[in-house]
């Protein structure tokens, strides 16, 4: 179904490569907007850089999340539907929320089985 392809997608897109440099005290290439970041990611032991790295995962996240739950209150509210090549998707084809199928897919969720 289109509709769980989509939200597929999108999981496999929330990686940060912003968190995933910090993990790995990657340097970032060194200009002046840049030099602060560099700094820190020096003078950080492995335990600061996971927790940095945690955080901006969770906020690219977050990031995530609200623009689904902004596209999900169009859809309750204003009428917004999406079309793959004129074929409309189904609206919350499992009677849940966008945001709600994407946590549910990123926390390892299957999708729920057709029972019809």
Same mark, same amino acid.
């Given at each position: 179904?289109?509709?769980?392809?989509?939200?597929?997608?999108?999981?496999?897109?929330?990686?940060?490569?912003?968190?995933?440099?910090?993990?790995?005290?990657?340097?970032?290439?060194?200009?002046? =907007?840049?030099?602060?970041?560099?700094? +820190?990611?020096? !003078?950080?032991?492995? &335990?600061? @850089?996971?927790?940095?790295?945690?955080?901006?995962?969770?906020?690219?996240?977050?990031?995530?999340?609200?623009?689904?739950?902004?596209?999900? =209150?169009l859809?309750?509210?204003?009428? +917004?539907?999406? !079309?793959v090549?004129? &074929?409309? @998707?189904?609206?919350?084809?499992?009677?849940?929320?966008?945001?709600?199928?994407?946590?549910?897919?990123?926390?390892?969720?299957?999708?729920?089985?057709?029972?019809?």
């Open positions: 179904m289109q509709y769980e392809k989509i939200i597929d997608a999108l999981v496999e897109r929330r990686g940060s490569i912003t968190a995933k440099k910090f993990r790995h005290g990657e340097q970032w290439l060194n200009t002046t =907007e840049k030099s602060k970041f560099n700094t +820190l990611i020096k !003078s950080a032991s492995p &335990e600061q @850089l996971a927790l940095f790295s945690e955080l901006l995962q969770s906020e690219r996240d977050s990031g995530f999340h609200d623009a689904l739950v902004v596209l999900s =209150e859809m309750n509210l204003e009428n +917004l539907r999406f !079309s090549n004129g &074929e409309e @998707l189904p609206h919350e084809p499992y009677g849940t929320e966008l945001y709600f199928d994407w946590v549910a897919r990123v926390s390892g969720e299957p999708w729920p089985q057709d029972n019809s």
